[in-house]
């Protein structure tokens, strides 16, 4: 099946330095990815929507200039945390469809820990 | 605007019984698409079963089936003969048709299979 990979798996930064995820579709070329984050035992919440070619769509709530999203190929987004702070400190998750929407192939990566101190 | 409400914080069941999931949804995109997904300890998004608002019939994916009732807008999951590998955080969430892949997730539930 289709396969997405986040990297890196496990961060851990000094308060004030950008930290860079990356997204990536192994198997299948996506147009749209998706940024989540995630509290620890809590459910995920969308931050935006990377959009291969264009600017990515933040949710309300999301800081534009502290989370930096870029889709610069079909197969790989980025998100940057800029100035990252201890409350930053989150999981962070991506997705990506491969196919429409009516086959429910959706698949995540396997996450990313970041870590602020 | 979507919402999903997952009632159940925590459930325990016991190994080789079956366990419901609970989920309510509310949205107004007349076509979505619902999921569940399981998410162990590790961290990892793992896709379980899906059902599309317009499917006629409730959706099997080997254990899992999902309990759809437009009606009362639940999307409930049903796990029969649990594995103590089903331990695990539940997610139940929903997606409009105009945005495909675009998820609202519920709060989640917690399962833990005794042996």
């Known amino acids: 099946g289709a396969v997405v990979s986040q990297h890196p798996s496990r961060v851990i930064c000094k308060s004030g330095t950008s930290v860079k995820i990356e997204c990536r579709s192994l198997?299948?070329?996506?147009?749209?990815m998706f940024w989540y984050r995630q509290f620890p035992k809590k459910s995920l919440m969308l931050m935006a929507t990377s959009n291969e070619g264009s600017k990515a769509t933040y949710e309300q709530g999301v800081e534009k200039d502290k989370f930096l999203i870029n889709h610069a190929s079909l197969t790989l987004s980025t998100l940057t945390v800029t100035s990252a702070h201890p409350e930053d400190s989150s999981f962070y998750i991506c997705s990506a469809r491969d196919g429409g929407m009516n086959t429910g192939e959706l698949f995540f990566g396997e996450g990313s820990r970041l870590t602020v101190l | 605007a979507q919402k999903i409400t997952q009632t159940q914080p925590g459930m325990f069941v016991q190994e080789k019984e079956a366990v419901t999931l609970d989920c309510t949804y509310d949205t107004s995109d007349p076509s979505y698409g619902l999921f569940w997904y399981k998410q162990p300890s590790s961290g990892e998004m793992i896709f379980l079963i899906y059902q599309g608002s317009y499917d006629q019939q409730n959706a099997t994916e080997g254990r899992y089936s999902l309990n759809f009732q437009k009606a009362r807008k639940s999307a409930n999951l049903v796990i029969s003969a649990s594995q103590l590998g089903d331990s695990a955080m539940y997610f139940c969430a929903a997606g409009g048709s105009s945005n495909t892949g675009k998820l609202i997730f519920g709060q989640g539930t917690t399962l833990q299979v005794k042996p």
């Open positions: 198997d299948f070329q996506a147009t749209t």
